[in-house]
């Protein structure tokens, strides 16, 4: 499997049981029962001129965010100009809570959050700093001030940010993680990797990023010094690969993580590893919509996905050829004119004796690309092996 440079996804994380489901349908029904209960609230408050009318309008944003949030997910059934709408009606309650009460950090901390949701990142940036401003000793504040700044490309000022959550709060994972993303950012890769190892050494368990995001690091150096240290680019390799096995070994390791470190263990061919993390990963990825086309981005995920993992288990040979195909099957279903998933679909049907479906495989793997010497050279081996052409 060749080892392509990935892009940086993101950590997330599914709802992966029946109490979770239930969880969030409690939680539509409560806040949209909540919500209603606000309005005639703060008219009662205006007229009594209550001093925490502020902090009213605070909560009836924050359940408004809760609902706007919900549905977006997909998890209600509002149309979008409706979810739009709760969205413009949450902003509206922090401003109102903001200029009611100024000391109020969480109204200006949310309004920022939404904000910057709308990619409206210099007023986002604003709300960030007035909060760390109000609560100067609070780290946590100071993250998504970080984010903000590394999103608008002010990396230095992230670093910064990072820096002074670490002073807050020493040998906190979660700062050397920000900070680690901070300085790669800011082009220090190896400050970075300090940055991430240091939080592994705080708290192994914390999470599969800073395993990804290090390991993604010890990599690029081994591609860097290829060719002008051999032996220490080897090591670097086998760190990484060591990294991405400790990364989708862990509970709350998603499917993107596991998908990633299967994929690399399997260049590595370290195959019973990659194929055992890319099986989960498949289990744990939503479920294909009837009309795929209408999810790119999910269904080119578990295409790729069928395929790497169909293409770990044929380099296990026989004992898993069956399984193999099965999973290349899957693949072509999704996509008949991959071309690679030809080729292996191919090559595993002749490993299970079927020389007539490999055959067909090769057929089209050749009308696919008639170019490719390396399919040439697949056909020769297999026909000195007994393939009938």
């Known amino acids: 499997m060749k080892d392509k440079k990935k892009k940086r996804p993101s950590d997330a994380a599914g709802w992966s049981s029946v109490a979770a489901v239930v969880a969030v349908l409690a939680a539509v029904i409560a806040v949209a029962m ?47 100009a409706d979810v739009d709408a709760l969205r413009a009606r949450a902003r509206q309650q922090l401003v109102a809570a903001r200029e009611l009460e100024p000391a109020l950090h969480w109204a200006w901390h949310k309004e920022g959050v939404l904000l910057a949701g709308e990619g409206r990142l210099d007023e986002a940036l604003d709300r960030f700093v007035r909060t760390t401003r109000l609560r100067p000793t609070e780290a946590e504040n100071l993250y998504d001030l970080d984010l903000a700044y590394q999103q608008l490309g002010r990396y230095a000022e992230a670093v910064a940010t990072c820096e002074r959550a670490l ?27 300090a940055a991430y190892a240091s939080s592994l050494r705080v708290s192994p368990a914390e999470g599969a990023s800073p395993y990804i995001e290090l390991a993604r690091l010890k990599l690029d150096e081994a591609s860097a010094g290829v060719k002008t240290s ?43 590893e990659a194929a055992h993390f890319m099986r989960v990963a498949l289990r744990m990825q939503p479920d294909l919509p009837q009309q795929p086309s209408s999810h790119p981005y999910v269904a080119r995920v578990l295409r790729e996905s069928y395929f790497h993992l169909g293409s770990a288990l044929v380099q296990l040979g026989a004992p898993r050829v069956h399984e193999a195909r099965e999973v290349l099957d899957t693949a072509l279903s999704l996509a008949p004119d991959h071309f690679d ?18 055959l067909a495989h090769l057929r089209k793997a050749r009308a ?19 393939l009938p052409i």
């Open 34 to 80: 909540c919500v209603p209960l606000f309005e005639p609230l703060l008219a009662r408050m205006a007229q009594a001129r209550s001093p925490h009318q502020g902090s009213v309008h605070l909560q009836a944003g924050i359940f408004l965010m809760a609902l706007e949030a919900l549905e977006r997910d997909g998890k209600g059934r509002r149309s979008r």
């Open 167 to 193: 002073a807050l709060v020493p040998n906190a994972p979660s700062a050397y993680r920000y900070l680690g993303k901070a300085l790669d950012l800011d082009g220090k890769p190896k400050d970075a990797a």
């Open 341 to 358: 998933a030809r080729l292996q679909a191919g090559i595993s049907a002749f490993v299970a004796g079927d020389h007539t479906a490999a």
């Open 230 to 272: 051999p032996q220490l680019s080897d090591k670097k390799k086998l760190e990484a690969y060591a990294l991405y096995a400790s990364a989708a070994s862990l509970p709350s390791a998603d499917a993107t993580h596991r998908f990633e470190a299967g994929h690399h263990l399997g260049y590595a061919e370290r195959f019973e």
């Open 368 to 386: 696919l690309l008639p170019t490719s010497a390396h399919l040439e050279g697949v056909i020769k081996q297999l026909m000195e092996r007994g």
